[in-house]
T-cell receptor
Framework: ETGVTQTPRHLVMGMTNKKSLKCEQH?????MYWYKQSAKKPLELMFV???????ENNSVPSRFSPECPNSSHLFLHLHTLQPEDSALYLC??????????FGSGTRLTVV | LAKTTQPISMDSYEGQEVNITCSHN???????ITWYQQFPSQGPRFIIQ???TKVTNEVASLFIPADRKSSTLSLPRVSLSDTAVYYC???????????FGKGTHLIIQP
């Protein structure tokens, strides 16, 4: 256990479904991140939250909607996804400057 | 963010020392050099971070020359479980959001 917990570990959803990914950290970090890792591709930074405010979007499609209610929790709300959105979604946290601690990820399959 | 270049893959054998070099010619003054390890279907794990000279922890050593345009991750006496992808990242980190490259796929054989 890294200190960053992601749930669920696996998720299968249809293209018309709405689901949410959850990330929780109790490391006292004040920045949290969502990354996407598709098969045989580098990690792609999706969203950055620093002190609970979004600071980077990276042109992610609107079918992905992040939410950071407090410094310990981060959500990624999913709706009307496409099969190409199937990937490993990773959450990470850090202090404003410092190394990242990643969770184990959610393996998402869109059918 | 400074771009990094590292070998796509490397092979070695159990018990050997493995050195993975990363080039970052346009590193900025405030940038740190950080290495991560990733196993399949898991999140990357922080290995080591440095700014200049040499840093050592219980897992690895990081060598950074005076010009900081490259760095070398040294893994002593590797085992089969060290087979993974290793990423070199350069930046201030934190809320800047780190950009990962393709990394180096290290394969350790018996």
């Amino acid at each position: 256990e890294t200190g960053v917990t992601q749930t669920p570990r696996h998720l299968v959803m249809g293209m018309t479904n709405k689901k949410s990914l959850k990330c929780e950290q109790h490391l006292g970090h004040n920045a949290m991140y969502w990354y996407k890792q598709s098969a045989k591709k580098p990690l792609e930074l999706m969203f950055v939250y620093s002190l609970e405010e979004r600071v980077e979007n990276n042109s992610v499609p609107s079918r992905f909607s992040p939410e950071c209610p407090n410094s310990s929790h981060l959500f990624l709300h999913l709706h009307t996804l496409q099969p190409e959105d199937s990937a490993l979604y990773l959450c990470a946290s850090s202090f404003r400057s410092g190394g990242y601690t990643f969770g184990s990820g959610t393996r998402l399959t869109v059918v | 963010l400074a771009k990094t270049t590292q070998p796509i893959s490397m092979d070695s054998y159990e018990g050997q020392e493995v050195n993975i070099t990363c080039s970052h010619n346009n590193i900025a003054t405030n940038d740190y050099i950080t290495w991560y390890q990733q196993f399949p279907s898991q999140g990357p794990r922080f290995i080591i971070q440095g700014y200049k000279t040499k840093v050592t922890n219980e897992v690895a050593s990081l060598f950074i020359p005076a010009d900081r345009k490259s760095s070398t991750l040294s893994l002593p006496r590797v085992s089969l479980s060290d087979t993974a992808v290793y990423y070199c990242l350069v930046g201030e980190g934190g809320a800047d959001g780190l950009t990962f490259g393709k990394g180096t796929h290290l394969i350790i054989q018996p």
